[in-house]
């Protein structure tokens, strides 16, 4: 994992949760209420995995992917369930400019991207796991793994700075976490 610098002026906002929480449905949903706005940036994951209807995302080989992250191509980047997932170095130039950045990313580099990065936000979604459960399933998606490791997973210990507890209209969540976008962004 590459990393940006301490001088930015912009957000980058975090949304992280474990599988089949609906990070990305309430993604697409604040990138809605937030429209145009130029002081928002939602950039595409870059994932060595096809995209699919529950994930929408660009797709690079595993061998490109390599090739990218030696060319500085990523601004950071991790592995998780057997894939890499990537953002696009262009998040630290949004940055600079003082854009907030909203990013679904593993729990597992939150720590580190707080490190990196001098205005991080943590966004915390989740969702029984008798929810995640049915979601997980609907999605019908093999390439993920296990179903049932990627439920009883635990994510890395860190306090969010807002949680959002997906259950119910998905619309009540996407307020939500538009309003917190829109909070930095202001």
């Not at 990393?3 to 912009?10: E, K, L, P, T, Y």
């Not at 309430?26 to 994932?47: K, Q």
């Amino acid at each position: 994992m590459s990393g940006g610098d301490d001088s930015s002026s912009g957000t980058l906002v975090l949304v992280v949760g474990p599988s089949g929480a609906g990070k990305d449905t309430l993604i697409a949903i604040a990138r809605d209420l937030v429209g145009t706005n130029e002081r928002v940036s939602f950039p595409r994951r870059i994932v060595t995995r096809e995209s699919s209807a529950a994930e929408i995302h660009d797709t690079m080989a595993a061998d490109e992917f390599d090739d990218a992250v030696r060319h500085g191509a990523f601004a950071f980047w991790w592995p998780a369930h057997g894939l890499k997932y990537g953002l696009p170095s262009a998040i630290d130039d949004d940055l600079r400019r003082g854009v907030t950045v909203v990013c679904n990313v593993s729990r597992a580099v939150v720590g580190r991207l707080r490190q990196t990065y001098a205005d991080c936000k943590v966004v915390l979604v989740d969702a029984p796991r008798d929810v995640r459960a049915a979601r997980l399933a609907a999605r019908g998606r093999r390439a993920d793994g296990d179903a049932r490791a990627r439920l009883d997973r635990l994510g890395e210990a860190f306090v969010p700075d807002l949680v959002i507890m997906n259950v119910g209209d998905p619309g009540e969540g996407g307020r939500a976490l538009a309003d917190a976008i829109l909070a930095e962004a202001s």
